[in-house]
């Protein structure tokens, strides 16, 4: 029987009602089969939430992810206890109300416009009116939120106030919604010791390399990545609603009390995956964007990461754990002295298959003799094969220096003759020094043929944080010492040889150095 028109009307205010009371209360339906749900780039922070091992979390890549909203949502989550849509309980190592510290940027520009309009909408009505539980600071802002319910707070600063700011309360979770200032993260973390609490970053990377260096790549004492940090990125089209068939959303159109999607295959569908975007949004802001804007925020791609030197490095891939280097390999050595710096001295050796290792290193300060009765030292004790030994072409006291001149180089090279060992200038070649060294790392072939020992700590920072200055597009000069000696060795493209051969001519003639037999 065909519905009257008072019966349709009353079902219709009905949903309506319905729909008023889930849109209150949207945290409670933020799983799947619900009317709202994570996307892959969500469902992996609240996934790794739930493993204890993870004490900080980075949400980084593009634009318009849902950085914002699942930064909040979790926000929610601690002050509460549990999951709002399962009930599920979140341990905690204390029985008190949980404090969380929630860090935006300007006041009026991000703050005020984004991240508020978004506590608002995703806070659940039935647990207080946001205008009893909130109170203002004096720019205006609802900068404190306080949970009836359990007592917990949540405090919203702005990354523009003073970093002393940030020092002396406790907290349970501070999240920092686009990078902060390195000072303000110093300042703010030690309010985490107490609770055991815990960090999450939700930002579009551009310009933040210390966050690369300090947050993402972080490593323990000994040089081993900090396993305690969880990283997820990607791209925008993550957030974009998506059509049973594969294809994106590219838009909606309302119908009633919801929306369906338009599919580009499809045409009109009722049933699809719910998600903030559609591919007509995304067009559209893509177009006021330029190409290495589009890196970062549509793609995700950190724009800091394009100034780096030695882009192929990953220490995923190259890192690799000490193992003794067999007697038949050969190693090169390269210098770069200081006057007043600590020397950086380099060994690398090869394989039969023409693998490189960086094995071995020294980083300290002493006279030119010292140094090079280390670098014999250190090759007698770990029995290595010396192919070659290079030092900084300015080790020989430029163009003004006297004949007679006691000279860097002549007082290592005195060292080394005594041991039957050449000392050669290194070539200053910089430019094909760095692509021989990339591409080494990764071959045409997609194979890695560099690697370096993961107990390397200070060389392995330095080519991992090698960058362009942006000013003058040359490689930095700071901590760049590893570097230089790094792409010096790559520069002499070493092929195997069997040093057993050698040592036979080495017999025959006891004084000739080594650096010629090879090449004989």
Partial sequence: MALTKEK??????????LEKVRDANLIYHFKKGDYWYPNPFQEKILAAWKNPRYKVFVGSGANRKGKTTIAIIISYAV???????????????????RQVLYVGQAWESHIQKVVEPELERLWPKHRGDIGSITKKNNQGVKARWRDPSTGSELHIYSNNQDSDTFEGDQYDLIVWDEPPKRANRIAAIRGLVDRNGRELFVATLLKEAWMHREVV?????????????????GEIFENVSECACGEYISRLERDGTDFIGICSKCGPVKDFIKRGLTLDGVDQFTKGLRKDEIEARIKGKPSYLGNLVLPNFSRDIHVKDRFKIPLNWIVDISIDFHPSKPWAVLFEATGPNDFHYMCDFIHEKGNPKYIAEEIIR???????????????PLAKGGENAQIDEMTVFKIMEKVFRSYNHRLDVASKDKDNGITLLNDSLMTENEMPARFIFRDLVPVIEQLEDWMYDPETL????????FCEVAYRIALRDTKWKDPYDREKRLARLPKADMGELMTA
């Fill in 474 to 481: 040359k490689p930095s000069k700071e901590n760049d010492d």
């Fill in 79 to 97: 002050m509460f206890g549990e999951w709002p849509w399962s009930g599920e309980k979140i341990d905690f190592p204390h029985n008190d109300p």
């Fill in 217 to 233: 790549k972080a490593r323990l004492a000994d040089g081993t990545p900090d396993t305690s940090i969880f990283h997820v990125d």
């Fill in 8 to 17: 349709r009307a009353e079902i219709e205010a009905k949903l309506k009602e």
């Fill in 378 to 392: 250190k090759a007698k004790n770990n029995e290595y094969f010396i192919n070659s030994i290079t030092i900084d």
